[in-house]
């Protein structure tokens, strides 16, 4: 299930290839499979992206499939905008995780390794999905990293609470209720609800659950102090944080690349905002972004949007 990286999808411009001021991500990249990682002993950063090619979450869900194939889509477009990371910052591709005939428990847990691996080896997931159902896999690795007894807060930027019953089978839209039932030092916080997207049933299970949530219509770019407060005290009960975007809680006209195209959806500079403040917290450990489906894309629209964002939180984590 695991697929070496490979430098098909980074390509672009070349403005110099000397000057590093004028490098594109194509030409900072580095190619490094899972079994090579080791801690370096720097004290500078390093970035591990790990592609998920799955949408069995989302076929299970009744969605419509296609975000499998986002994480080459997504490294096409990232390759080709200007970096601006540190030099003394790394970037390096650690290949895929595939999921083959449906298997998408094996998989997860094939990412879960993965990640762990990752961060054992000091370096920053950044998880490049997929269906939704990439967090359950994300999650899986940070808490093997952490052991059991951390506080883990996860942070879910997301228009689903993704709380349904997986009595039958888990899906893309089960992971926190699988995890917030095993798990008992893990917190959940969502940002970006809405009611035209959970029934009440499912409001009640969060509240059951003690989920703490803000709803679209509560969030403003011109207004966001209420949102990071709220934010810095979830993050302030939790010793570690993981972070997942969900790009069906983004505006549909911006990006309609999505299995759940959201009218009501966030403008992408709210987005952007939302994640510099996140990635910027200390306590933040990974980035997965999911849902992105090339597929379903106009002009590449939400590929596009989904390689700036990813390049936001490149460029703001603090850790």
């Given amino acids: 299930m695991y697929n070496k990286p490979s430098l098909t999808h980074w390509n672009g411009r070349v403005d110099s290839e000397t000057d590093m001021?004028?490098?594109r991500y194509h030409q900072r990249v580095k190619m490094r499979p899972i079994s090579e990682l080791s801690i370096t002993g720097?004290?500078?950063?390093?970035y591990g992206m790990i592609g998920f090619k799955c949408d069995e979450g989302v076929k299970r869900n009744k969605g419509?499939?296609?975000?499998?194939?986002?994480?080459?889509?997504i490294r096409q477009s990232l390759a080709k905008l200007p970096c601006h990371l540190t030099p003394e910052t790394e970037l390096v591709d650690t290949g895929d995780v595939v999921c083959e005939s449906g298997e998408m428990e094996a998989a997860q847990d094939q990412l879960g390794a993965a990640v762990a691996r990752i961060l054992e080896s000091d370096v920053i997931?950044?998880?490049l999905g997929g269906g939704h159902e990439t967090f359950y896999g994300h999650y899986l690795g940070a808490r093997?990293?952490?052991?059991s007894k951390a506080r883990l807060g996860m942070i879910n930027i997301d228009a689903h609470f993704d709380m349904r019953p997986y009595e039958k089978e888990s899906s893309s839209g089960t992971m926190f209720k699988q995890i917030l039932d095993k798990d008992q030092n893990c917190r959940y916080l969502c940002?970006?609800?809405q009611k035209q997207g959970n029934t009440k049933a499912l409001f009640k299970t969060a509240e059951k659950n003690k989920v703490e949530y803000i709803l679209e219509e509560e969030l403003s770019l011109n207004d966001m102090e209420d949102t990071k407060h709220r934010i810095n005290e979830f993050a302030k009960e939790n010793d570690f944080i993981i972070?997942?975007?969900c790009t069906d809680v983004i505006d549909s006209a911006y990006a309609p690349g999505v299995s759940a195209p959201s009218p009501f959806g966030l403008d992408p500079?709210?987005?952007r905002s939302l994640l510099r403040h996140v990635v910027a917290n200390e306590k933040i450990l990974s980035f997965d972004i999911s849902e992105v489906n090339p597929s379903l894309d106009e002009n590449n629209k939400t590929v596009t949007l989904a390689a700036h964002l990813v390049n936001e939180v490149l460029l703001h984590v603090i850790s």
């Fill in 125 to 127: 997931p950044i998880i």
């Fill in 269 to 271: 500079k709210l987005v």
């Fill in 42 to 46: 720097k004290e500078s950063k390093t």
């Fill in 64 to 73: 419509r499939i296609g975000a499998g194939e986002a994480p080459d889509y």
């Fill in 191 to 193: 940002v970006g609800i």
């Fill in 21 to 23: 001021d004028s490098f």
């Fill in 144 to 147: 093997k990293f952490l052991g």
């Fill in 243 to 245: 972070l997942t975007l």
